[in-house]
Nanobody, 123 residues
Framework: QVQLVESGGGLVQTGGSLTLSCTASGRGVSDYAMVWFRQAPGQERQFVAGVALRGGNPYLAPAVEGRFSISRDNAKNTLALQMNNLRPEDTAVYYC????????????????WGQGTQVTVSS
């Protein structure tokens, strides 16, 4: 089990940028795939982006590909989500999640979650 803490959310105008950060602590963090999900009001939590364990190739959901990028610093146990050209539909609570082993886009595959950070994009 790892502990996850997100930071970096806030209010931004359409077209703006934000960077979210997730810091993991616990034993064997490098053995965990780390990902971002988001949940808009009244909607299910959805996969946004992830990096496989030990910093493999990133994967982004089609809705954010080309606008968001994800990176992992294994030395610092951090996961960053760079969000550019933000749109009102990106408004959501963003959650960092981790699981031992391979990355999954399925919500139910993850046991370890952060508390979430709010991102609001105004039109």
């Amino acid at each position: 089990q790892v502990q996850l803490v997100e930071s970096g959310g806030g209010l931004v105008q359409t077209g703006g940028s934000l960077t979210l950060s997730c810091t993991a602590s616990g034993r064997g963090v490098s053995d965990y795939a780390m990902v971002w999900f988001r949940q808009a009001p009244g909607q299910e939590r959805q996969f946004v982006a992830g990096v496989a364990l030990r910093g493999g190739n990133p994967y982004l959901a089609p809705a954010v590909e080309g606008r968001f990028s994800i990176s992992r610093d294994n030395a610092k146990n951090t996961l960053a989500l760079q969000m550019n050209n933000l749109r009102p539909e990106d408004t959501a609570v963003y959650y960092c999640a981790a699981r031992r082993g391979y990355m999954s886009v399925s919500l139910t595959a993850y046991d370890d979650w952060g508390q979430g950070t709010q991102v609001t994009v105004s039109s």
